[in-house]
């Protein structure tokens, strides 16, 4: 039962003045307010409440073979009460942490909304991970119990520890393991044993390790669900719309796009399963389920425009991009295809959506936008570290208490106070400001570097090689140089048709010559595969290791001249 001001009412409000001023920026980020209560559960609070009687679907889950289903907002809160009965009775309790390893199929959003009834606090991980990364999670974020596909319960022989193993999809489970299945013998009626504390912990997330050992972060019951009121507004959802995000379960944008900010928005999230990508078939699920808005990670949106964009008939109202900057050649060809702008935005596993392009913004060539409704964002000054600074870190100003921003990093007190230093959150990226406020990225601070005294900023580099067809991807890093000290050096991933060689390298020497500044240009260039996290991110530290190394298999600039 909510009352007149309760955590219901004050989450609606906030979330209908976002839907109000959808597309008049300066009115959404003057007058937004984050809603703060003292106890919320937004499975409880906000999903039971929308769903309860609404037969609308809430998930519309298709496979690559053409299978599919559909899920009401209805069902799933009543599936997810049987969930939350049934972990209950095997133990699970308030503060207990359930490592949750599935892959888009519905027992994953059932055991979500379950985990927040009970107050558990889940660990998501991507079915991707091996042993060792496993007994990681399970050592570091103390899971008690952990909820898999048969295929990676072997996966778990291996790992150490007393926390309970649940199975799903197993008609025999193996020994020691329990079938999720019998969840559907319990009550579809749920009575939580106690109030939920905004700050509760609800996520402890493990971020995909691009240079160092994966950090956890802790979310609470606040700044996951309400934090994504601002996800919500830069995506653009509305109620009723079916929105389509490619993001592999177990990574935070999984939870900002497939699970928190549609369903804020009382929106359909569709999902289309496939073993391997094929543009082709993605654009006739996108047709078939009517899909109105769309996110994907650049990588897709680079694989996506080597095929003909016209196979879809009828393109999404909103398209945006998120993991990483995306590159202004990649928005043009979409642009021309579909007369559509993708849309760039900028978050981190520790916040929601901080800047972004949203609807109804005058849109700027490479740049990602302006701050975000609910948050102030600060450039700090790299040497002095003052705020108001024309390029410098980009970060969060804590005197407004952001709501979509971690708690910290759990059991690492040291790199907390490190992130939250100077009352300002920072998030180690580096970014420019222009005069009308609007932010343009320039890179992680660790990949930025200097040649010859000059500063260059790998991605401003990346987006000019994208500019030429032989280039699928790019990644630009220091080559160590005894007169400039360091010379930029690009590992290349060649599109269809061109092959690695002395011809092509000269075609990309020539390219960088023609559209960089000099001091700018590629001197270094090296054909290959490029390193990854297992959430699709380049993995700059190992190239950068590769490259200091030496390699035989480079191209050099002054061999073409």
Same mark, same amino acid.
């Given at each position: 039962?909510?009352?007149?001001?309760?955590?219901?009412?004050?989450?609606?409000?906030?979330?209908? =003045?976002?839907?109000?001023?959808?597309?008049?920026?300066?009115?959404?980020?003057?007058?937004?307010?984050?809603?703060?209560?003292?106890? =919320?559960?937004?499975?409880?609070?906000? =999903?039971?409440?929308?769903?309860?009687?609404?037969?609308?679907?809430?998930?519309?889950?298709?496979?690559?073979?053409?299978?599919?289903?559909?899920?009401?907002?209805?069902?799933?809160?009543?599936?997810?009460?049987?969930?939350?009965?049934?972990?209950? !009775?095997?133990?699970?309790?308030?503060?207990?942490?359930?490592?949750?390893?599935?892959?888009?199929?519905?027992?994953?959003?059932?055991?979500?909304?379950?985990?927040? %009834?009970?107050?558990?606090?889940?660990?998501?991980?991507?079915?991707?991970?091996?042993?060792?990364?496993?007994?990681?999670?399970?050592?570091?974020?103390?899971?008690?119990?952990?909820?898999?596909?048969?295929?990676?319960?072997? %996966?778990?022989?291996?790992?150490?520890?007393?926390?309970?193993?649940?199975?799903?999809?197993?008609?025999?489970?193996?020994?020691?393991?329990?079938?999720?299945?019998?969840?559907?013998?319990?009550?579809?009626?749920?009575?939580?044993?106690?109030?939920?504390?905004?700050?509760?912990?609800?996520? /402890?997330?493990?971020?995909?390790?691009?240079?160092?050992?994966?950090?956890?972060?802790?979310?609470?019951?606040?700044?996951?669900?309400?934090?994504?009121?601002?996800?919500?507004?830069?995506?653009?959802?509305?109620?009723?719309?079916?929105?389509?995000?490619?993001?592999?379960?177990?990574?935070?944008?999984?939870?900002?796009?497939?699970?928190?900010?549609?369903?804020?928005?009382?929106?359909?999230?569709?999902?289309?399963?496939?073993?391997?990508?094929?543009?082709?078939?993605?654009?006739?699920?996108?047709?078939?389920?009517?899909?109105?808005?769309?996110?994907?990670?650049?990588?897709?949106?680079?694989? /996506?425009?080597?095929?003909?964009?016209?196979?879809?008939?009828?393109?999404?109202?909103?398209?945006?991009?998120?993991?990483?900057?995306?590159?202004?050649?990649?928005?043009?060809?979409?642009?021309?295809?579909?007369?559509?702008?993708?849309?760039? !935005? =900028?978050?981190?596993?520790?916040?929601?959506?901080?800047?972004?392009?949203?609807?109804?913004?005058?849109?700027?060539?490479?740049?990602?936008?302006?701050?975000?409704? !609910?948050?102030?964002?600060?450039?700090?000054?790299?040497?002095?570290?003052?705020?108001?600074?024309?390029?410098?870190?980009?970060?969060?100003?804590?005197?407004?208490?952001?709501?979509?921003?971690?708690?910290?990093?759990?059991?690492?007190?040291?790199?907390?106070?490190?992130?939250?230093?100077?009352?300002?959150?920072?998030?180690?990226?580096?970014?420019?400001?222009?005069?009308?406020?609007?932010?343009?990225?320039?890179?992680?601070?660790?990949?930025?570097? %200097?040649?010859?005294?000059?500063?260059?900023?790998?991605?401003?580099?990346?987006?000019?090689?994208?500019?030429?067809?032989?280039?699928?991807?790019?990644?630009?890093?220091?080559?160590?140089?005894?007169?400039?000290?360091?010379?930029?050096?690009?590992?290349?991933?060649?599109?269809?048709?061109?092959?690695?060689?002395?011809?092509?390298?000269?075609?990309?020497?020539?390219?960088?010559?023609?559209?960089?500044?000099?001091?700018?240009?590629?001197?270094?260039?090296?054909?290959?595969?490029?390193?990854?996290?297992?959430?699709?991110?380049?993995?700059?530290?190992?190239?950068?290791?590769?490259?200091?190394?030496?390699?035989?298999?480079?191209?050099?600039?002054?061999?073409?001249?």
């Amino acid at each position: 039962m909510t009352t007149a001001n309760g955590p219901t009412e004050q989450f609606r409000a906030a979330r209908d =003045f976002l839907l109000r001023h959808a597309g008049d920026y300066e009115r959404a980020h003057d007058g937004f307010v984050w809603p703060r209560p003292d106890r =919320f559960n937004w499975a409880l609070d906000w =999903f039971d409440v929308i769903a309860d009687g609404n037969d609308r679907t809430a998930l519309h889950i298709v496979e690559e073979h053409g299978d599919e289903a559909r899920f009401s907002f209805d069902t799933l809160r009543r599936r997810s009460n049987q969930v939350a009965n049934w972990l209950r !009775g095997r133990g699970v309790g308030a503060g207990d942490r359930i490592l949750l390893m599935l892959g888009n199929q519905v027992e994953l959003w059932e055991v979500m909304l379950a985990a927040m %009834k009970l107050r558990a606090v889940v660990i998501p991980a991507t079915p991707l991970l091996g042993p060792a990364d496993l007994t990681d999670r399970v050592e570091r974020g103390g899971a008690r119990h952990v909820v898999v596909r048969p295929e990676d319960v072997a %996966k778990f022989e291996a790992v150490p520890g007393r926390y309970s193993r649940i199975v799903v999809g197993s008609a025999r489970p193996a020994e020691g393991w329990l079938a999720y299945e019998d969840a559907a013998g319990a009550e579809d009626t749920f009575t939580p044993d106690g109030e939920t504390r905004a700050d509760d912990t609800l996520l /402890l997330y493990f971020t995909s390790g691009t240079t160092a050992r994966p950090k956890l972060v802790e979310h609470t019951h606040v700044s996951y669900p309400v934090g994504h009121l601002a996800t919500m507004y830069w995506i653009g959802l509305r109620p009723g719309d079916v929105h389509l995000n490619i993001s592999s379960p177990g990574w935070a944008k999984h939870a900002w796009s497939n699970f928190f900010a549609p369903w804020n928005a009382e929106a359909t999230v569709f999902l289309y399963n496939y073993t391997r990508f094929d543009a082709g078939r993605l654009m006739a699920a996108m047709d078939r389920a009517a899909v109105t808005s769309f996110c994907a990670p650049p990588t897709v949106w680079r694989m /996506l425009i080597q095929a003909d964009l016209g196979q879809l008939r009828t393109p999404p109202r909103e398209v945006v991009a998120a993991g990483e900057p995306l590159n202004p050649e990649v928005i043009e060809q979409v642009k021309r295809a579909w007369n559509i702008t993708i849309r760039d !935005g =900028f978050g981190q596993t520790e916040t929601a959506v901080q800047v972004s392009n949203s609807p109804g913004q005058l849109l700027k060539t490479g740049s990602m936008g302006r701050p975000s409704p !609910g948050y102030r964002v600060e450039l700090l000054d790299p040497v002095t570290g003052a705020p108001g600074a024309d390029e410098g870190e980009i970060s969060l100003d804590l005197s407004d208490n952001p709501v979509g921003l971690m708690t910290g990093y759990h059991g690492d007190p040291e790199r907390t106070a490190e992130a939250m230093a100077g009352g300002y959150y920072r998030t180690g990226d580096i970014g420019s400001r222009d005069a009308d406020g609007y932010l343009t990225y320039v890179g992680r601070a660790d990949d930025v570097f %200097k040649a010859s005294d000059y500063k260059i900023s790998p991605f401003e580099l990346e987006s000019a090689l994208l500019e030429h067809e032989a280039v699928a991807e790019a990644a630009v890093v220091p080559a160590p140089d005894p007169l400039r000290l360091a010379v930029p050096k690009a590992y290349v991933v060649l599109a269809e048709g061109y092959e690695p060689g002395p011809d092509t390298a000269k075609l990309i020497f020539e390219h960088s010559r023609a559209v960089l500044a000099p001091y700018k240009r590629l001197r270094r260039i090296e054909f290959g595969e490029l390193p990854k996290t297992v959430s699709g991110k380049i993995r700059r530290i190992e190239l950068r290791e590769a490259t200091a190394a030496g390699s035989s298999a480079e191209y050099r600039e002054e061999d073409f001249r």
